[in-house]
């Protein structure tokens, strides 16, 4: 079975942009997390989303939102693009949200 | 607010060694705990996932345990081996999570040939 898949691999933006990250989970899953990750630091937790509603949210600004479609796919979408936005942004999947997590590739993003 | 501490943050062994990475979380109401492994650039790779009543789980040549009362968990690397060599991430989970799993920073592990 494949596992969690996220696209772009790579991408790089101007500040002020906006970008959007997609991510398709685990067949079966339907649960599915974003966090970011910068260099030398932990995953942190942006958003969670259970069958299409938000279930969790982290300490992030609004320029950050997400959403969950019917077929448990996902999108992270982020506005007016900043220096520090650039960070390895990881995408996870779980059956119900509260059990084990599998994690994707990552979409390597870089703000310029 | 849950923060988790890993130590050490880097460590550097000969082939072969037993080894033990230490976790410890600040908030002992969690759900379960997880371990990861991160390759340079690359995703996470779940290693175990510990449930909060339960005191360990293994796998292969890895072993977990927890110390919930403690905020505590370790995981035991058997005869180590150069492919060994990656960034190990524990996490912790409350129930609900609305909180999504919080992070150590991790320990980055260097089996010499």
């Known amino acids: 079975d494949a596992g969690v898949t996220q696209s772009p691999t790579h991408l790089i933006k101007t500040r002020g942009q906006h970008v959007t990250l997609r991510c398709s989970p685990i067949?079966?899953?339907?649960?599915v997390s974003w966090y970011q990750q910068v260099l030398g630091q932990g995953p942190q937790f942006i958003f969670q989303?259970?069958?299409?509603?938000?279930?969790g949210r982290g300490n992030f600004p609004d320029r950050f939102s997400a959403r969950q479609f019917p077929n448990y796919s996902s999108e992270l979408n982020v506005n007016a693009l900043l220096l520090g936005d650039s960070a390895l942004y990881l995408c996870?999947?779980?059956?119900?949200?509260?059990?084990?997590?599998?994690f994707g590739p990552g979409t390597r993003l870089t703000v310029t | 607010k849950q923060e988790v501490t890993q130590i050490p943050a880097a460590l550097s062994v000969p082939e072969g060694e037993n080894l033990v990475l230490n976790c410890s979380f600040t908030d002992s109401a969690i759900y379960n705990l997880q371990w990861f492994r991160q390759d340079p650039g690359k995703g996470l790779t779940s290693l175990l996932l510990i449930q909060s009543s339960q005191r360990e789980q293994t796998s292969g040549r890895l072993n977990a345990s927890l110390d919930k009362s403690s905020g505590r968990s370790t995981l035991y690397i058997a005869a180590s081996q150069p492919g060994d060599s990656a960034t190990y991430l524990c996490a912790v989970t409350k129930g609900g999570g609305a909180d999504g799993l919080t992070f150590g920073k991790g320990t980055h592990l260097i089996i010499q040939p």
């Open positions: 989303y259970y069958e299409k509603e938000e279930r």
């Open positions: 067949s079966g899953h339907k649960s």
């Open positions: 996870a999947s779980s059956l119900l949200g509260l059990d084990e997590q599998y």
